[in-house]
């Protein structure tokens, strides 16, 4: 906290004959990144007085991170730490009606889960204001999602079936893994076989647990009506659901026994669950809100558009047809408009859209980036965001300006950071195009530096004006780092985005060198000390351009891979393969064109560090394995990391020190003016 001096004390400081000189600000250095505290899940009180959220710091005895919920005032006063459980995490908080109860999600374990790992998280329930905590859900394998209704007395539950009949041991060793699935794994989930996520409703009071919607097919997303009587959410269905994208969603009554409906008939995906926002009840309960994207083969390519439908007649709308991605839809209190967070060219900002006219207004501004919101009954909005300088926050939306709720990162102050700037240039075809630039600390105008080229991942994904932790560390070592957004990113249309569909490494490695001969032109750039990284898509597309070019001294490709033939059927998207690429045995070309970096292997020479998460099923460790065995047997400098019991997003603190001190380490073995690599 940040004591405030008192009049007379502030007095007797101006009485000194000299005041003590500021502290001078320090480096920011690979140990601080397990010092950043990232907030999440901002939730008003219906009442708009306070808001939860919660905080995830890093536990050094566990070397886990730990996640806590926090209440501050609307006014930004009384700040309090609700929950302090060191051995376990809570999160995703919600709000009664009366806004006298809290629901939240928590991995603790008391009485009869005590001694069950697999029970996973359950829904507890405490008083708003802090107290004893209840545990409500007792279900086998844990909950996965809920929602509480608004009149406080049920939760709407999403979990899986449970991996052993009620009553049975639980068995020395683990049973086989038996599926007939076409996709049968997944990153979160793990290996995916017979069970399945399904809808359930729980009386709070009682605990009483009844499933809705049983069968072969998994639910997702559940949000209730205002008058707590259905509940709305997404699922997807036909013969054989892991085949196509067409999520849409269903309503139901929240009792025993009743009968889904389906609501969206949109032939693609009506609310895809990877962007983590619900259904949206318009306040009198006669609309939904929500996210509709682009037909199957269009993947993640296509922008998420708002859309509203009409529950009792199923008509929808797409109130205002922008080519731009939505997220987070959230209804003002008028039932007129819409709140939702739109993307533009490395910025997301929070707009109103007006439903009947279609008609959209910015609400924040400038470099930052925004991404989730709170809106309370009295129409006070609460942001998440943050920018180049600022880790994730909570502030108020207040008028045109946004005032500080929550900063849990305020020891920044005493770093010394590096600027971002936006850069704008034309690639080789005359594409217009933009990318951030960080300069070391430091820099002296005319000087080049050493610079690193970072490549983002997705492939549909951008580089924004957010804290970019890893970029501080490279520039307080003296590296300036280049963050060029290729075609294939978002927050630039449908066409920019599928520019690269079917065909990677080809326009947007062409956007990357034309970034890099801009940072070069601009006097900033050393094109004699060239390095190159991304993680998952951006070291997909770093095994790409050193293939294809010997410019980079060093590379560095996290949760890549170059064989995309070695990736079918050992991840998680064999689907979204068939549909951008076809299959290997019928579309040869394609998958060579996409598997270059290791059918020619023979052409890298750049020093590469490969790395990737033992049990990541999104983009899984074959991908470095093959290419770092491809180096190795041609005697390029290489070296492959692999780190324990990680899935595709690295969690562990100590892991995530270990990976920033080790490419560090790599980028100035290779790129610093004067070192001799071996």
């Given at each position: 906290?940040i004591?405030?001096?008192s009049g007379?004390?502030?007095l ?5 004959p ?6 001078e600000?320090?480096?920011f250095?690979?140990?601080d990144?397990n010092?950043?505290?990232?907030l ?5 009180s ?9 905080v995830?710091?890093t ?5 886990q991170?730990q996640?806590?919920l926090w209440?501050?005032?609307?006014d ?8 302090h459980?060191?051995?376990?995490d809570?999160?995703?908080a919600e ?7 809290i629901?939240?999600?928590t991995?603790?374990?008391?009485g009869?889960?005590?001694d069950?790992e697999?029970?996973?998280s359950?829904v507890w329930t ?22 509480l209704?608004p009149?406080g007395?049920r ?8 991996e052993r ?5 639980k068995?020395?060793?683990?049973p086989p ?9 997944d990153d979160?989930?793990?290996?995916l076989?017979?069970?399945?996520k ?10 009483q ?8 097919h998994?639910?997702?997303?559940p949000a209730?009506?205002p008058d707590?009587r ?8 036909g013969a054989?659901p892991?085949?196509h994208l067409?999520y849409?969603i ?5 009792r025993?026994g009743?009968r889904?409906r389906?609501?969206t008939t949109?032939?693609?995906a009506?609310l895809?669950?990877y962007?983590?926002s619900?259904p ?11 996210l509709?994207s682009?037909?199957?083969k269009w993947i993640?390519?296509a922008p998420?558009?708002?859309a509203?439908i009409?529950?009792a007649?199923g ?9 731009r991605?939505?997220?987070?839809p959230?209804?003002?209190p008028d039932g007129?408009?819409v709140y939702a ?8 900002h929070l707009?109103?859209i007006?439903?009947?006219?279609g ?15 709170s809106?309370?009954?009295d129409g ?19 008028g ?10 305020e ?18 075809d005359g ?14 105008k005319?000087?080049?530096?050493p610079?690193i080229l970072?490549?983002h991942?997705?492939?549909?994904y951008q580089?924004?004006?957010?804290f970019m932790e890893?970029?501080q560390?490279?520039?307080a070592n ?9 075609r ?5 249309g449908f ?17 990357l ?9 601009l006097?900033?750039a ?5 390095g ?7 070291a997909?597309l770093t ?6 070019t010997?410019?980079f001294?060093?590379?560095?490709s996290?949760?890549?891979?170059g064989n995309?033939?070695?990736?079918y059927?050992d991840?998680?998207?064999?689907r ?8 290997p ?6 998958w060579?064109r996409?598997s ?9 020479t750049?020093?590469?560090l490969?790395?990737c998460g ?9 991908g470095?394995e ?6 190795r047997?041609?005697g390029?400098p ?5 780190y324990p ?10 892991y995530?020190l ?5 490419n560090?380490?790599?980028y ?5 003016p004067?070192d001799k690599?071996?």
């Amino acid at each position: 906290m940040i004591r405030r001096l008192s009049g007379l004390a502030l007095l007797a400081l101006l009485a000194l004959p000299m005041a003590a000189p500021a502290a001078e600000k320090t480096p920011f250095t690979p140990a601080d990144i397990n010092r950043l505290a990232a907030l999440s899940d901002p939730a008003l009180s219906p009442d708009g007085r306070w808001l939860l959220y919660t905080v995830t710091t890093t536990n050094a005895d566990t070397d886990q991170p730990q996640s806590d919920l926090w209440r501050v005032g609307f006014d930004g006063r009384g700040r309090t730490q609700l929950t302090h459980t060191p051995d376990a995490d809570e999160s995703q908080a919600e709000w009664s009606g009366d806004g006298k109860l809290i629901a939240f999600l928590t991995d603790r374990k008391t009485g009869t889960d005590k001694d069950d790992e697999d029970s996973g998280s359950q829904v507890w329930t405490m008083p708003a204001d802090g107290g004893e905590a209840h545990q409500v859900t007792h279900l086998p394998a844990g909950v996965e999602e809920f929602a509480l209704s608004p009149d406080g007395k049920r939760l709407a539950v999403i979990a899986f079936d449970p991996e052993r009949p009620p009553g049975t041991k639980k068995p020395k060793n683990p049973p086989p893994i038996v599926t007939d699935r076409f996709q049968f794994k997944d990153d979160d989930s793990g290996w995916l076989g017979a069970r399945h996520k399904h809808l359930y409703v729980v009386d709070i009071a009682s605990g009483q647990t009844t499933e809705l919607t049983p069968g072969k097919h998994d639910e997702q997303l559940p949000a209730w009506s205002p008058d707590s009587r259905q509940i709305a959410y997404v699922t997807k269905r036909g013969a054989d659901p892991d085949r196509h994208l067409n999520y849409d969603i269903y309503v139901i009554d929240a009792r025993a026994g009743a009968r889904e409906r389906q609501l969206t008939t949109f032939p693609g995906a009506d609310l895809d669950p990877y962007w983590v926002s619900r259904p949206a009840w318009s306040p009198d309960g006669k609309r939904i809100a929500y996210l509709r994207s682009g037909e199957d083969k269009w993947i993640y390519y296509a922008p998420w558009q708002l859309a509203v439908i009409d529950v009792a007649t199923g008509k929808s709308t797409i109130p205002a047809p922008i080519d731009r991605c939505f997220t987070h839809p959230t209804w003002a209190p008028d039932g007129r408009s819409v709140y939702a967070l739109i993307e533009q060219a490395e910025v997301t900002h929070l707009a109103r859209i007006d439903v009947p006219s279609g008609k959209v207004t910015e609400l924040t501004h400038g470099d930052r980036f925004d991404v989730d919101l709170s809106v309370a009954r009295d129409g006070r909005i609460a942001v998440l965001g943050g920018d180049d300088l600022h880790p994730y926050n909570i502030s108020a939306l207040d008028g045109g300006h946004l005032r500080l709720l929550a900063d849990h990162n305020e020891w920044l102050a005493g770093k010394q950071l590096a600027s971002t700037e936006t850069l704008h240039f034309t690639g080789a075809d005359g594409t217009p195009l933009d990318a951030l630039l960080v300069k070391p600390i430091g820099y002296v105008k005319g000087k080049r530096y050493p610079t690193i080229l970072r490549v983002h991942g997705g492939p549909v994904y951008q580089f924004s004006h957010e804290f970019m932790e890893d970029w501080q560390v490279y520039a307080a070592n003296g590296f300036a780092v280049l963050a060029v957004n290729p075609r294939g990113s978002s927050g630039r249309g449908f066409d920019f985005a599928k520019a690269i569909y079917a065909d990677w490494g080809d326009k947007d490695m062409q956007d990357l060198m034309a970034g890099v001969d801009h940072a070069i032109k601009l006097g900033v750039a050393d094109p004699e000390h060239l390095g190159i990284g991304g993680w998952s898509y951006g070291a997909i597309l770093t095994d790409e351009v050193i293939a294809r070019t010997t410019r980079f001294k060093a590379a560095i490709s996290g949760a890549g891979t170059g064989n995309m033939y070695g990736m079918y059927g050992d991840d998680e998207y064999a689907r979204e393969y068939e549909l951008e690429l076809g299959t290997p045995w019928d579309h040869r070309a394609a998958w060579d064109r996409v598997s270059y970096p290791f059918l020619h292997a023979d052409r890298i020479t750049t020093p590469t560090l490969f790395q990737c998460g033992q049990i990541d099923f999104n983009v899984p460790c074959i991908g470095a394995e093959q290419m770092y065995q491809a180096l190795r047997s041609r005697g390029v400098p290489t070296e492959l990391v692999v780190y324990p019991g990680q899935h595709h997003e690295i969690s562990v603190p100590s892991y995530l020190l270990d990976r920033m001190r080790r490419n560090l380490a790599w980028y100035e073995r290779f790129l610093k003016p004067g070192d001799k690599a071996p």
